[in-house]
């Protein structure tokens, strides 16, 4: 009786070390997919990973966190090109205080700076759909913050991909960089481009999308778009306002504009 009693206390104990251990819960899970596309210079690539580093660590961001019920948040940072290149620079982590925050955007800053050809939202979504699904961690909301300065025009077409992510329960908010300059092959910023994110890039309950008028706007409209997700709230428009909502209402097309304006370009050359 004794050596079953044993027995039986032996398999209790190996059972309880053998229970899954339950997943860190988190307020929210937070993409941050960063354009480094062939458009993108080096000093528009360092100002954009310099305005995520400042925006990580800044306290307004942090005070946005603390806001929450568990008042922590996972990260992971990525930068993307065409669809063949989409690089975790910084996988999943927790951010929950200033000291967890800055070791996160040191892991991004160390980072050096690649470029590849092409820009592929439609891939850059589809990654950040595996990273979520990959993730250590649990929330009830996940977003995948998009960022760039073109559309889409290599991969998969955009709104079939946004409506994949969209019917899994992820929003997708956008940060549209517009300005004038051409890029590095000579090919000018597609017109238009904030429409374009409103139309075919954001989707999902309350998602939205901040112009940075600008790479040197950059570091603001970031930090301004980082508050508001990881707060959960949804801005009201207002008039002349930087921050646009998604319109499902409004009858879309086919989201083909990238392809056709790089194809136009290629005619015109």
């Not at 929210?28 to 690539?45: F, P, T």
């Not at 913050?145 to 019917?167: K, Q």
């Not at 990881?230 to 801005?235: C, D």
Request: with cysteine; charged share 20%.
């Amino acid at each position: 009786m004794k050596f079953a009693a044993a027995i039986a206390s032996s398999l209790l104990a190996l059972s309880l070390l053998c229970k899954p251990v339950a997943a860190e819960r988190v307020d929210l899970h937070l993409v941050l997919a960063v354009d480094i596309s062939g458009s993108i210079d080096a000093e528009e690539a360092h100002l954009q990973r310099d305005g995520y580093v400042q925006a990580l660590t800044h306290p307004a961001v942090l005070a946005a966190i603390h806001s929450g019920a568990l008042k922590r948040i996972a990260v992971t940072y990525m930068e993307w090109a065409g669809a063949p290149y989409q690089e975790v620079l910084a996988d999943w982590a927790v951010i929950h205080d200033a000291e967890s925050a800055r070791r996160f955007a040191d892991e991004i800053a160390r980072q050096p700076m690649d470029t590849a050809q092409w820009t592929s939202i439609s891939a850059a979504i589809e990654t950040g759909m595996a990273l979520i699904k990959r993730s250590p961690f649990q929330s009830r909301r996940r977003v995948i913050d998009i960022s760039g300065d073109g559309a889409n025009n290599n991969g998969d077409t955009i709104n079939d991909m946004r409506d994949r992510a969209v019917a899994a329960g992820v929003v997708i908010n956008g940060l549209p960089i517009i300005n004038g300059r051409q890029s590095r092959y000579g090919m000018p910023q597609m017109p238009n481009l904030d429409r374009y994110y409103r139309e075919c890039v954001i989707g999902g309950p309350g998602a939205f999308l901040i112009i940075a008028n600008g790479f040197k706007d950059f570091a603001r409209a970031i930090r301004r778009k980082m508050i508001l997700e990881i707060a959960g709230v949804f801005p009201a428009p207002q008039p002349r306002s930087p921050i646009i909502l998604a319109d499902y209402h409004k009858p879309k097309g086919d989201c083909l504009d990238g392809e056709r304006w790089l194809q136009q370009h290629f005619d015109d050359y």
